[in-house]
């Protein structure tokens, strides 16, 4: 089943006269259970294609279809409500509310999916226990340590149990022993069923991926299916 469907999807910007293509009719489509890195350098058009797919954006031609919806065309008060319910973000900064507990952190997109506390809290909690968090739910950020951090974010990524788990630069703000933990995190939940699509410029991350495609100048530069997987040596079940 496909997750994701492209077809000539770009998007263009206009700074006063001059026009930016920063994506040029790409066409991708992603699986269900794909694990899959877009790699390039800066301006390469990875960060528009992931803002796309994410649907923090909407594309100035083609088409998106996530999960079976067309939406390419749709309001952002429609965007918000797919975000909520089909993509899980993970950020390179963790972007997490400092006064508020791990298991606060974790149930906050459940708020604006209308759960009552005592099911957000149990499903916040269960969330936790996956990335290996069980016992520091009621840790702040500033008790954590980076990774930590990091797996916090994962477990508020994964709560509505998404169709898409994207991640940008995930390992940015770590360092190396840290980055092959979590790196060892998503393969865990690759292996149990999760789609994952990583933005990352970094060659030795992608090599974590299944498939990794390249993009250059806003257009696909290869596409495929990567051979050596690095393969984590920790990992959380």
């Known amino acids: 089943m496909n997750v994701i469907e492209t077809t000539d999807l770009s998007k263009l910007y206009r700074l006063g006269s001059e026009e930016i293509h ?10 269900q259970g794909e694990y899959v890195a877009f790699m390039g350098p800066s301006g390469s058009g990875k960060s528009t294609l992931m803002n796309l797919i994410g649907c923090l954006d909407t594309p100035s031609g083609g088409s998106y279809i996530l999960n079976g919806q067309d939406v390419s065309h749709m309001t952002d008060n429609q965007l918000a409500e797919v975000r909520n319910k089909e993509i899980g973000f993970v950020f390179q900064t963790f ?4 006064r508020a507990s791990s298991l606060d952190n974790v149930a906050l997109p459940l708020i604006y999916a209308g759960l009552n506390k005592r099911d957000r809290q149990a499903r916040a909690q269960e969330a936790l226990r996956s990335v290996g968090l069980g016992d520091r739910s009621q840790h702040r950020p500033n008790e954590l340590s980076g990774g930590q951090r990091q797996r916090v974010a994962i477990a508020r990524a994964l709560v509505n149990v998404p169709s898409v788990l994207l991640a940008d630069e995930p390992t940015g703000a770590l360092d190396s022993k840290t980055s092959y933990e979590i790196m060892g995190l998503f393969e865990a939940l690759h292996a149990k069923g999760n789609t994952i699509i990583m933005v990352t410029h970094e060659e030795d991350i992608a090599r974590y991926a299944h498939r ?9 530069e290869s596409d495929e299916v990567n051979q050596n997987i690095t393969r984590p040596i920790l990992a959380v079940s």
Not at 22 to 31: E, G, H, P, Y
């Open 22 to 31: 920063a994506l040029r009719s790409v066409s991708i489509t992603i699986k």
């Open 212 to 220: 990794i495609v390249r993009l250059r100048d806003g257009l696909i």
């Open 95 to 98: 972007n997490l509310l400092p």
